[in-house]
């Protein structure tokens, strides 16, 4: 069964620090895969997406994810975090046609002034 | 990027009573939608995939008669939680496919929070 793996349930880091939250994925889920971004009291976002081509993509608020097939994993990093990026972080990854996304348990990341 | 549109955000109902929870495509046409609960500080959990003109896909787990869904069109999609207990109270949250195959990417609607009391 397909399967999406966040390692770290909660991430506290100080403001204007690097991070990286990590995700892996099952070999049997396609290479589509997905971060979502939820703030407090607030519906999911999507942050960024790789659905084929180059293996690194980037959000607008500074974010990136790599996907590495060798490693199965869609880390995603930020060189420098804000108080507004505190947030709980979702990796998700998605077969193929009409199948939903697989979610992983969610990354708290709690930046800290 | 599309829009999805999910209403009401917020509902407080009576136990024991029903609610319907409406979760819209805007700006494209959805064969597909999914419905999704969380539960607080958890992960998303599926509950169905809603199928435009047929029968929804539930869940192992999930009471079919309870959560009544029903998409009628390619843009709308009904949740129903019926007979309301204290413990359906949840924020539950719609999403739907665009494109195809190739460039398909899911959206996700803003969410609802039921409370139910």
């Known amino acids: 069964a397909q399967s999406v793996t966040q390692l770290d349930s909660q991430v506290p880091v100080f403001e204007e620090a690097p991070v990286e939250l990590r995700c892996n994925y099952s070999?049997?889920?396609?290479?589509?895969l997905f971060w979502y971004v939820q703030y407090p009291n607030q519906g999911l976002q999507l942050l960024l997406k790789?659905?084929?081509?180059?293996?690194l993509v980037e959000s607008i608020n500074g974010f990136e994810a790599e996907f590495n097939k060798s490693q199965t994993s869609f880390h995603l990093r930020k060189p420098s975090v804000h108080i507004s990026d505190t947030a709980e972080y979702f990796c998700?990854?998605?077969?193929?046609?009409?199948?939903?996304?697989?979610f992983g348990k969610g990354t708290r990341l709690s930046v800290i002034a | 990027g599309a829009v999805v549109s999910q209403h009401p955000s917020r509902v407080i109902c009576k136990s024991g009573t029903s609610v319907k929870i409406e979760c819209r495509s805007l700006?494209?046409?959805?064969?597909?939608m999914f419905w999704y609960r969380q539960f607080p500080k958890k992960s998303l959990m599926l509950m169905a995939t809603?199928?435009?003109?047929?029968?929804?896909?539930?869940e192992q787990g999930v009471e079919k008669d309870k959560f009544l869904i029903n998409h009628a069109s390619l843009t709308l999609s009904t949740l129903t939680v019926t007979s309301a207990h204290p413990e359906d109270s949840s924020f539950y949250i719609c999403?739907?496919?665009?494109?195809?195959?190739?460039?398909?990417?899911?959206?996700f609607g803003e969410g609802s929070w039921l409370t139910v009391v």
């Open positions: 999403s739907a496919k665009t494109g195809t195959n190739s460039g398909n990417t899911i959206y």
């Open positions: 700006d494209f046409q959805a064969t597909t």
């Open positions: 070999s049997s889920v396609s290479v589509y």
């Open positions: 809603s199928n435009e003109g047929s029968k929804a896909t539930y």
């Open positions: 790789y659905l084929s081509g180059s293996t």
């Open positions: 998700a990854g998605w077969n193929s046609g009409n199948t939903p996304l697989v």
